[in-house]
């Protein structure tokens, strides 16, 4: 008899707890469904005005005949070579303005490159082959733009020329291909709209950050923000030495190639 009503009030003492944990356990349910309802939901935006930003308004600027823009830096416009020298002794430039307004490269004078430093621009320029169709591959057409005396985008005629891919027109000269070949007959006008993002580097030489290139040519995007592994060297690896701003070079790689309009704007 002992035994049967000492078992009795254990299950009574059982069952009794698990009541309670049942009343907790709905206490606790009820509590955090009431905090849940009691939390404000966001307000729902009805006026148009609530997401309209006013300050600062985007600077206005102009366009002359041309359609250089007015905060742009005009390097060539057709009357003379004083935004350049030579790449080689930083003498007066000594390519050839021709009575159209346009400049061509005189082969054997050497690069030119623009007096004043860089860092990150959109660069414009229009180019054009040479008149006589010659060579064939890297040896038709041949030039190139250079930013920060480093990193090249590739000028060529391209148009049905085959060469290696990374080195045809619009390359990033021998890292990036571009997405197409874009490039107009010989007797045609090419134009390039550059954006150079320019690498960056901390006190000790270490690179931070790589810099950037998209390329459009003749209006259609052939670079997309693809990134610079380095100096775009002829042989071997990209190269990363420390450096700051520095200027735009054309390339004199033998072949007449034309030029004119060209301009830039700073992006830093």
């Known amino acids: ?34 905090e849940v309802t009691s939390t404000p939901s966001k307000k729902e935006i009805t006026d148009p005005k609530e997401t309209e930003i006013w300050d600062p308004e985007p600077k206005v600027i102009s366009f002359n005949d041309m359609n250089v ?8 416009n057709g009357n003379d ?9 930083s003498t007066a430039a000594a390519w050839t303005i021709n009575p159209d307004k346009t400049m061509t490269v005189k082969p054997g004078t050497g690069d030119i490159q623009t007096k004043k430093n860089f ?11 040479p008149d006589v169709v010659e060579g064939e591959g890297q040896g038709r057409g041949n030039s190139g733009v250079f930013f920060q005396n480093k990193y090249e985008v590739q000028i060529l005629d391209s148009y049905q020329n ?47 950050k790589s810099g950037f290139f998209t390329v459009i040519h003749n209006g259609v995007l052939v670079q997309d923000h693809v990134e610079i592994l380095g100096s775009t060297e002829y042989i071997g690896p990209p190269k990363n030495d420390p450096h700051g701003k520095g200027p735009i070079k054309l390339q004199d790689h033998s072949n007449p190639v034309h030029y004119r309009n060209i301009w830039v704007r700073e992006l830093d």
């Not at 009795?8 to 009820?30: A, G, H, M, P």
């Not at 823009?69 to 060539?76: E, H, Y």
């Not at 860092?119 to 082959?129: D, N, R």
Request: glycine share 2%; aromatic share 10%; charged share 25%.
């Open 119 to 129: 860092g990150s621009v959109q660069l414009h320029l229009e180019w054009k082959a």
């Open 162 to 208: 085959r060469t290696y891919a990374n080195g045809q027109a619009t390359s990033i000269y021998k890292q990036h291909i571009p997405l197409v070949n874009a490039t107009k007959q010989n007797d045609q006008w090419q134009t390039y709209d550059i954006i150079f993002h320019a690498p960056e580097f901390d006190t000790d030489g270490k690179k931070t």
């Open 81 to 89: 070579l004083d935004q350049w020298i030579s790449a080689k002794d």
């Open 69 to 76: 823009p007015s905060d742009a830096i005009q390097l060539f």
């Open 1 to 34: 008899m002992k035994n049967i009503i000492c078992l009795f009030l254990v299950c009574s003492i059982i069952f009794s707890c698990k009541d309670q944990k049942k009343e907790t356990d709905k206490t606790t349910d009820k509590t955090a469904k009431e």
